[in-house]
């Protein structure tokens, strides 16, 4: 990664945590986040000193942060937050590789961002457990994960039926058939995804709450015990141990907090994820596979024959590229890069299937 590359994540890094900060209710949680600001301020501040760039540089945040920073208007700062920590690994190669070059000291920190999240929460004069499990939920936010999977869905269904388009015009020259094909590959296409999601949501559902039932049995059955292997997950995290006792004490006063937060940190399960609505998941995945795939078919609903399919590969070209840049929110590459990879993946699978098609439709008619 170039310095510059460097310099810019980290402008934006702290640019996206003071956003966050300013759109956060939490004051303690608020507090993490302006002084994590600071820290990738400080990050940008040295690679711009570094590289002998100006450090007004460090107020001017790209394009890619101020799409994310709208995203977070429109849909809330926690799909922001699910973003951000994606870009946590090439920030801490870049700090690494930074020191390396310097010869100084690798401290550790570098690669663990949620480490030096917790320690700042450890240093608040007025942390309380509530505290440390509400920012915990904050920082595994699915929010990053959901954008992701929009896009995704999206270009699942409009590869998959560029591609079923493609073959029946090739072997119908786009003629009689080809919107039925499109129609049904979209129909099917966004059934099987509806479907698949909702035995995935339903299975993981059954199978945690499981797992929690049998949680609750243990605290029920051995409450000092399971007390302690809370205060023990704390200490294990860095946390005093006089404070860690302090902590699981506290939320033992409620055995229903005290399930809630066992479940998090000893499972790894989010009670709040699992009262998501299956149904509602197999009906987001439905429409978007269903928002790419009806790409390709537009078209051919006004047209036919060799225009249509001229049409069609214009429109699934501009999808494909649109995706493209999408996918640069979460990877950092250059959106002309992404893009144009995109739309050359899809063009290649689609020219398969309509050569496929071509043949076959010679072979049918001769």
Known sequence: MSKNKNLQTEIDASFLYGRLADNEDDAVIASVFRQMSEIEKGHAEAFAKSGEKSAGMLFRPSSRARVLDLIG???????VLGVLMDTEKS???????????????????ETNHVKILRSILERQSNLEGRHLAKFESRHRSVGGN???AAVLGGNDGLVSNFSLIMGVAGATSGQGGVLLAGISGML??????????WISVKSSQELYQNQMNLEMDEIEANP???KKELMLIYK????????????????FNDRGRAHEVL??????INAEELKGSAIEAAIYSFVLFSAGAIIPVLPFLFSQGMKAIIICVGLSAAGLFL???????????????SGVRQVLFGIAAAAVTFGIGKLIGVSVTG
């Open 323 to 337: 995706i493209g840049a999408a996918i640069t929110l979460f990877t950092g590459r250059n959106v002309w890069y």
């Open 236 to 251: 294990a995290k860095g946390i005093p141990e006089q404070q860690a006792r302090q902590m699981a004490e506290e939320i």
């Open 263 to 268: 479940v998090k940190e000893e499972l790894g």
């Open 188 to 197: 099917a296409g966004g059934l099987s995804m509806a479907l698949g999601e």
């Open 73 to 79: 208007k429109i849909f809330g700062y926690n799909y």
């Open 224 to 226: 000092e015990g399971e």
């Open 91 to 109: 920030i801490s190669g870049a700090l690494i590789a930074g020191r390396k070059t310097r010869k100084e000291a690798v401290t550790g920190s």
């Open 146 to 148: 959901a954008i992701r």
